[in-house]
């Protein structure tokens, strides 16, 4: 069975950080590009960042950019979502998806979800 499990998400209070992880249960995981998204209470579930197979290609949404990292380690099946400097406004279910060939911002390009962790920002 195909799943993609995060972890790491939790209670912060605002300008604290906080690094969610995603492992995939299938072995090519290396072939996939890897994306997180975010959905907050009563939104649609927006781009957030994105990692090409290699890493060496990455995109951020813009009000991301200089806070949030995306990165992999393909030797460990993992990739991470490292948060800095956290607003109440980042408070959202944050989900993991991968998709066979390139990066893309595009929700719909992405071929398998996680369940979603939730990220809490207090002020």
């Known amino acids: 069975q195909v799943q993609l499990v995060e972890s790491g998400g939790g209670l912060v209070q605002a300008g604290g950080s906080l690094r969610l992880s995603c492992a995939p249960s299938?072995?090519?995981?290396?072939?996939?590009?890897m994306a997180w998204f975010r959905q907050p209470p009563g939104k649609e579930r927006d781009f957030v960042a994105a990692?090409?197979?290699?890493?060496?290609?990455?995109a951020y949404a813009d009000s991301m950019k200089g806070r949030f990292t995306i990165s992999r380690d393909n030797a460990k099946n993992t990739v991470y979502l490292q948060m800095n400097s956290l607003k109440p406004e980042d408070t959202a279910v944050y989900y993991c998806?991968?998709?066979?060939?390139?990066?893309?911002?595009?929700?719909?390009?992405?071929?398998?979800w996680g369940q979603g962790t939730q990220v809490t920002v207090s002020s």
């Open positions: 998806a991968a998709r066979w060939g390139g990066p893309t911002t595009r929700r719909d390009d992405y071929h398998y």
């Open positions: 990692i090409s197979w290699s890493g060496d290609s990455t």
């Open positions: 299938w072995r090519t995981f290396g072939s996939n590009a």
